[in-house]
DNA sequence: TAGATTGTTAATCGATTAACAATC
DNA sequence: TAGATTGTTAATCGATTAACAATC
């Protein structure tokens, strides 16, 4: 199965849970696929490596496709989430209303700096990186997210691993070296602005390859 | 050209910078492939979309090579970058390192909250939505990055649009639509752990299946 | 039944990688 | 020259999409 099968898995569900709001009880995968973009022959093999969850002639439930999909994606319960980095980034990620959204649920804020253990993120205690396993395990948390400057990204995803955590999602400039059994998923600013650059640099050139 | 040539000149541009440091003058794109995980035939591919920027039998000049990457990604000048949005994220990004290391220079930062124009956010005051127009022409700026509530979003991308801009990296949790030669790019955190959430539910199966 | 739409196979398309002639 | 490594072609691999039999 394709790897961005699993992503392409979260925009129908987000679209499915604003059809049921709209009261569409039933959609076809082209009706769905003009909401989304996505071919609606992508969409039937998506969930084909799954099982089958429509009616030949109908289409799909909506709601009945929705919960389907959420329990694939492992979206049928709440994920507890660890956040370190108690600075900018990581107050503006505790803070995220998409979060709670989604089910995922901000359990533990980490901070190095002993200065803001105590301190509140929103809602949730600093605690300091010296209680990382304590914490993970007493909480139950499977998800962290690193938001902590480059330098100190490497060590924190020592200690996260260390503690257990099997999958980790990096907002650190850095290039992070994690056992093979734990999943890292790097979100990167640089590469995002780059590829914009590229393409407000290159636009004019390539259009006119196109043109030619 | 694969649009995943860019991200990874990106990647190579980096190891390039970090090889020069270390006084490393020449390199073969087996050892670059060696640091980056990429393989050496792909790296040597990427780079034949753009022209031919080695010696048979020797290799690359890690500094040339940089310069000519770099070169490519329209990054050896500035560019100004404005920030909509001075909540949480947008402070945290504003306040990001890597973008002026990436010579990215935040120009401006927005907010449609007039009780906020006048603050700094770091070192750059915030201006009303209103003089979106005003400020992106006088200070040149190329690029934004939405960083405000899904519910803004849209209205948001549409006053970017209308300002000129053409390239816009979005951190909210919405679709947004844009005319087409503007080249937006999403930065989506809850699909990003919904993966991780996929991963979670699914490792233990998917290695049965692997070993079976 | 006739029309519609799924689930799945087969075809296409595109991206990655291997192989090797060119050449330093 | 012999060894090394590029640049590029050809082969492979994998993902997307078209087509269609199954069936509601």
Redesign the pocket.
């Known amino acids: 199965m ?4 699993i992503s392409r898995l979260s925009i129908y569900s987000r679209c499915l849970a604003q059809l049921e709001i709209s009261g569409i009880d039933t959609i ?3 009706e769905l696929a003009d909401r989304t973009g996505i ?4 969409m ?2 998506d ?2 490596y799954f099982g ?9 439930k909506t709601s009945e496709l929705n919960k389907n999909i959420l329990k694939i994606l492992g979206l049928d319960h709440e994920w507890k989430v660890a956040i370190v980095g108690a600075g900018n980034l990581g107050s503006a990620l505790s803070g995220y209303r998409g979060l709670k959204e989604h089910r995922f649920i901000v359990s533990a804020v980490f901070d190095s700096d002993k200065s803001k253990t105590g301190r509140y993120c929103g809602t949730v205690r600093v605690s300091s990186m010296d209680e990382v396993k304590d914490v993970v395990a007493r909480e139950g948390i499977e998800i962290a997210i690193i938001a902590v400057p480059a330098e100190a990204a490497h060590w924190v995803a020592n200690q996260l691993v260390a503690a257990g955590l099997k999958a980790i999602l990096n907002f650190a400039p850095a290039t992070l070296i994690v056992p093979e059994d734990v999943k890292l998923r790097n979100v990167d600013l640089s590469i995002e602005l780059e590829n914009l650059s590229y393409f407000l640099t290159n636009k004019d050139r390539e259009a006119t390859v196109e043109n030619a």
């Open positions: 394709p790897a961005a099968t076809s995968s082209h071919n609606p022959a992508q039937r093999k969930l084909s089958q969850f429509g009616k030949r002639g109908v289409g799909y």
